[in-house]
């Protein structure tokens, strides 16, 4: 089933033929890849055009288009034309893999011989001439069964490609002023070839006032809510609001996308927003995650991309958390931490915005500090209300930031962890990290390299996917939590050993 708000991927399985080398080489070995991969459910397209010399690419492209192709293999049946292999990737108007093919049997080492094994040096050489991004595996030279789960992996990768080449972020208000850390420059984005809409707080309110609360859309969405939160639905004369406010933001996607396919929000909630939409966004914000629409809080445009990376890699919602307070010793004793120690754990929160299905347990209730901001003491709770409070879905997770320096350089890191089964006994959507070196990654490079509070969190490992999808996209600046037996840059030694 495909991914709301998000590319469907389709390979091309393109062979490339030195003149010199025979072309039936090329065609045979493809023909066995594109049997493995069949066999692995990749959606592919196998081309019949072998390209051998540059009058075979547009007729390749043509093809990869007429089946709906949008991402490309370049496969080194034998050596390869580098000149022309080279001029497909930076044609072709989607992501491309290269790899080739390994030897297959002693007994055919003349005609048989394809030399792919050479040829992908002179290829990346050429690739690299051209400044075309290829994404090359690890071991790009094997036999079909070897090669087809890298494809596999690279359909992955290109997913991520793919949604960003159409990606528009619309953000609502100004950064929060003491948020400085969320208000990074966004020429990198541009660079990326990312769209961002910028808009007012004023725009925001103006577009919830232009659903009237009588459109019949609304009472559908209530249901829907009423549904999801079964027994934690603790305010039901709020939904109507909250159910307006998800039409809004739904229809100004829809209306706004202008040029490009996918959205996400980096949308305003504090502190102007309580008082005159009466609530806070949180748990719409959730669920528009859920659909794979990411709304990233305090106008966090940079969260809300990163969101949405981590949820095209993993392949299921992502939430934006903090890395947020450490966890007291009286709660993890006799604990299984997943090999993390003591000082590598850390608590994840945010004020709701958690998809329900991201959650263990979750009920509608008010934001704590909010409401000691906003409200008077030993009140009821009014204008707080609509946050998804509970703990996090133990298991695998993914901690992810894209984002740009104040020197407008792309920086990024991955640390992959779990999340303990352990109640927090806190507020707000909440759970406890075990995420092993995480305690040294958190001093050298959270703070070292002056990441922000918040992080895109994928509830699986997709670690691999987002490494290579990252450096596809063209950032080198990779960070992931480093062993002690491995230093970090400008890292003392002696506290160390």
Not at 10 to 27: G, N, T, Y
Not at 78 to 94: D, K, R, S, T
Not at 364 to 384: A, C, D, H, Y
């Amino acid at each position: 089933m495909p991914l709301p708000n998000a590319p469907e991927v389709k390979l091309a399985l393109v062979a490339v033929s030195r003149d010199c080398f025979p072309i039936e080489l090329s065609r045979r070995r493809l023909g066995k890849l594109a049997e493995a991969c069949k066999k692995l459910g990749i959606n592919f397209h196998a081309c019949s055009t072998i390209i051998e010399n540059e009058k075979d690419i547009i007729a390749a492209i043509d093809e990869c288009s007429d089946a709906g192709a949008n991402a490309a293999v370049i496969y080194l049946g034998n050596f390869g034309p580098e000149g022309p292999l080279a001029i497909f990737a930076e044609m072709f108007p989607g992501p491309a893999m290269a790899c080739g093919a390994a030897e297959e049997s002693s007994t055919d080492l003349i005609d048989g011989r394809g030399d792919a094994f050479c040829g992908m040096l002179n290829a990346s050489y050429n690739f690299a001439l051209r400044g075309v991004p290829v994404h090359i595996p690890q071991m790009p030279i094997g036999l079909p069964e070897e090669l087809a789960p890298k494809i596999r992996h690279f359909a992955n990768v290109a997913r991520v490609a793919l949604g960003l080449m159409g990606l528009k972020i619309f953000a609502f208000g100004p950064r929060p002023q003491d948020f400085y850390a969320c208000n990074a420059p966004i020429k990198p984005l541009y660079d990326l070839g990312i769209e961002v809409m910028e808009n007012s707080e004023l725009d925001l309110l103006a577009l919830f006032n232009s659903v009237d609360e009588n459109d019949p859309e609304i009472a559908p969405i209530v249901d829907d809510m009423t549904k999801e939160l079964g027994p934690g639905n603790t305010y039901p004369d709020l939904l109507p609001r909250l159910a307006r406010f998800e039409l809004a933001l739904t229809r100004f996607a829809e209306e706004n996308l202008g040029s490009r396919d996918y959205a996400v929000f980096a949308n305003k909630c504090w502190p102007a927003f309580e008082p005159f939409f009466g609530f806070v966004p949180c748990y719409v914000n959730g669920r528009l995650s859920a659909k794979g629409m990411p709304v990233a809080c305090e106008v966090d445009i940079y969260g809300a991309f990163s969101e949405y990376i981590a949820y095209l890699a993993s392949e299921t919602p992502a939430t934006l958390l903090d890395i947020n307070n450490t966890v007291p010793t009286d709660m993890i004793q006799g604990q299984d931490l997943k090999g993390a120690e003591p000082i590598d754990l850390f608590m994840g929160f945010h004020c709701g915005n958690t998809p329900s299905c991201c959650m263990k347990n979750c009920s509608m209730k008010f934001q704590v500090i909010m409401k000691r901001l906003m409200e008077e003491p030993g009140s009821p709770p009014s204008i707080t209300r609509g946050t998804l409070d509970g703990q996090l879905r133990p298991g695998p997770a993914t901690w992810f930031r894209l984002q740009a320096d104040a020197d407008n350089n792309l920086v990024s890191y991955i640390a992959e962890g779990n999340i303990l089964d352990i109640d927090p006994k806190s507020h707000g959507g909440i759970g406890i990290f075990a995420i092993p070196n995480f305690a040294r990654f958190y001093r050298h490079v959270v703070i070292g390299k002056r990441f922000p509070h918040h992080g895109a969190v994928a509830f699986q490992h997709c670690g691999k996917v987002l490494w290579d999808a990252v450096k596809l996209i063209g950032v080198y600046d990779i960070n992931i939590p480093l062993p002690k037996t491995m230093l970090y840059p400008g890292e003392n030694p002696f506290e160390v050993m």
